[in-house]
């Protein structure tokens, strides 16, 4: 449903006319997105102070990997981490020199201003009121903006709290991409959005001021996959029927991410994408996986190893399968805005 300027709801299911037309020759591409956040215990209940920022100079180490690879990454930041001078240490001269990207991931949380009640709900930045999600948006935008010395222009809800006012704040707010639909992921159950019935494909938000969606890429899997639109989402409730058919190699969902997905998996994965036609393939992770401990998906030193392996056989499948690195700003001039 549109708003009273045009932007309609991110969450809104597009129309086959919504579906954004890339240049002729641009696809297919991959985007390689950081969740560069401050470290949590993700088992324990939110906090606005309790946090860490000790793996940041990691980043520099994850930055140098995929310069190596001829990869520029986007960092998606949040407001601890944009107020750590360390992360323009590491970061800063790649953004600059073009080497890098930089966006916006909003929790809420954590970013000023402290104006609402911590808890599960409120940790999706589009259920709060939109004077306080536009507020906290701005003060981070300029946070951003004034640590890189650059406007982002691309904006990730932490969680994926998208909500009804998100589109018309990003639209002010000059963001040309959001990446906050996680596709056949669904975040009911604690009152965030449901996206299982959202496609990966990009789309346009509202195409008159430029702003499309661009989501993380997953995937189905297996014998069945052409049905898992359907399929998927009706056995929600059996999960254990899920992993069955997963093991049998004949259904299952995989995102693409180094956290919880094998190589294995991921290679699958990209195929599956790349025989749907998908002219960009999204990947992300969060930025504590970069040093051990922070994450479930990384406790030592050598799932470390194992991740940055994980990349380097990605990677390489990608060149193999002709599918090259894109940047923010291909991606906008090939959608013609």
Request: proline share 8%.
């Amino acid at each position: 449903m549109a708003g009273n300027n045009g932007c309609r709801d991110i969450r809104d299911i597009p129309g086959p006319e919504d579906f954004v037309q890339f240049a002729p020759g641009f696809g297919p591409r991959f985007l390689v997105t950081v969740d560069t956040e401050e470290e949590f215990d993700w088992e324990k209940p939110f906090d606005r102070f309790g946090h860490g920022l000790s793996h940041v100079p990691g980043l520099g180490r994850f930055q140098q990997f995929c310069e190596n690879a001829g990869i520029c990454p986007t960092y998606l930041v949040d407001y601890p981490v944009a107020c750590d001078p360390r992360v323009v240490d590491v970061v800063g001269r790649a953004v600059s020199e073009g080497r890098a990207d930089v966006g916006i991931q909003l929790h809420p949380w954590v970013s000023p201003p402290h104006d609402e009640d911590i808890n599960a709900v409120n940790s999706y930045a589009g259920n709060l009121p939109a004077d306080l999600e536009r507020a906290k948006f701005e003060g981070l935008s300029r946070t951003i903006e004034t640590a890189f010395g650059t406007k982002p222009r691309i904006y990730r809800a932490g969680r994926y709290g998208v909500g009804p006012s998100t589109a018309q704040i990003l639209a002010d707010g000059d963001i040309a991409i959001d990446t906050s639909i996680r596709a056949r992921f669904d975040y009911s159950d604690q009152g965030g959005p449901n996206f299982r019935t959202h496609p990966v494909r990009p789309w346009w938000i509202d195409r008159a001021r430029g702003l499309m969606e661009l989501p993380l890429t997953t995937v189905f899997c297996g014998a069945l996959r052409a049905h898992g639109d359907w399929l998927y989402p009706a056995m929600w409730r059996i999960p254990r029927l899920r992993g069955v058919l997963a093991r049998m190699g004949l259904l299952e969902r995989v995102p693409l991410t180094p956290e919880g997905v094998n190589r294995i998996e991921a290679l699958r994965a990209i195929d599956s994408a790349l025989a749907d036609g998908l002219p960009i393939l999204v990947f992300s992770f969060h930025s504590p996986s970069l040093s051990p401990g922070h994450t479930p998906y990384v406790r030592d030193a050598q799932a470390l190893d194992r991740l940055y392996e994980w990349w380097s056989t990605v990677f390489t499948y990608l060149r193999q399968q002709g599918v090259v690195p894109t940047t923010i700003e291909e991606i906008v001039t090939a959608a013609g805005r």
